[in-house]
């Protein structure tokens, strides 16, 4: 089974807009971006044009390579006291000289919808969560979508970001999964994803998880955006091969990605609402 990230997404944001129009409400996301970075530039585009599909105000705040920590955070401080702006998104990453802990901390956890506020954190472990990172977020929406029950399955995250990994393996671990994490110092990484139900990879490694690295009927989340040798975008996962033996896994393009941004949607929306 192909869990299409994409027709759910689209689903979600038809859903969405006639929630808002509703509503009454004029949801406003603010969204900062640090730098030129094409990739950077092309999600935060993506995002915009994400706000106009759902009817939400979006404003764009684009800053040079050379601002410091502190001018990024007075941009935030000004986004937290500007009541037409309910939800502040960071793009990330930043460069190397600006503090990004202290900037994500500037956020103000009312308006955090990107979820990574060490208050949210927080929340989402103690099984509480207000903002739940998108693109973790997204991931336990195609699996409610697609009917697959995370309660009792032996549930592998392969990596420990603070944007992807950690959040995952709390959402999973509030689902009732049996969870383990997985990262650059496991040592026989290949056995503890071989005994997955449930594999979730946030490596960054094109193609790294391999048809012999996986058990026959486990279900397969592909995070990873990367390019092989020869310039082709590809995920973690060797699709053509992992696809024959999985029971149930997410392209890319077309799979995770679209619900991270289906995600901001919705959380800047509850932002709104609260």
């Known amino acids: 089974m192909i869990i299409d990230g994409k027709k759910v997404s689209q689903e979600r944001i038809r859903l969405l807009k006639k929630e808002i129009q509703e509503s009454g409400l004029s949801p406003g996301l603010a969204t900062v971006i640090v730098g030129e970075d094409p990739a950077s530039q092309m999600y935060v585009r993506m995002k915009h044009k994400a706000c106009d599909d759902v009817g939400i105000r979006s404003i764009g705040i684009v800053l ?24 502040i998104l960071v793009q990330l990453p930043l460069p190397a000289h600006i503090d990004t802990k202290a900037v994500i901390e500037a956020v103000s956890p009312e308006k955090d919808v990107d979820g990574f506020h060490p208050r949210n954190i927080g929340a989402l472990f103690s099984g509480r969560p207000a903002f739940v990172p998108c693109t973790p977020g997204g991931i336990m929406t195609l699996l409610r979508e697609y009917h ?40 026989d990484l290949v056995e503890e994803v071989r005994r997955a139900d449930l594999i979730v990879s946030a490596i960054g490694r094109a193609r790294f998880i391999t048809k012999d690295m996986v058990s026959p009927g ?27 033996i999985a029971s149930a896994i997410t392209p890319v393009p077309g799979g995770v990605g679209p619900m991270t941004i289906a995600t901001l949607m919705e959380n800047t929306f509850h932002a709104a609402k609260k």
């Not at 040079?64 to 939800?87: C, F, Q, R, Y």
């Not at 999973?172 to 040592?187: E, G």
């Not at 486990?218 to 024959?244: H, M, R, W």
């Open 64 to 87: 040079t390579d050379d601002v410091t920590t502190d001018d990024v955070i007075t941009h935030i401080k000004s986004l937290n006291e500007d009541a037409s702006v309910d939800g």
């Open 218 to 244: 486990a279900v397969v989340i592909d995070v990873g955006i990367n390019q092989d040798e020869n310039g082709k975008l590809c995920g973690d996962v060797d699709f053509e091969s992992v696809s024959t």
């Open 148 to 187: 697959i029950e995370p309660r009792g399955m032996n549930a592998v995250v392969i990596g420990r970001s603070v944007d992807v990994g950690r959040p995952m393996a709390a959402l999973l671990l509030n689902a009732d999964a049996t969870v383990t994490i997985c990262h650059s110092k496991t040592k």
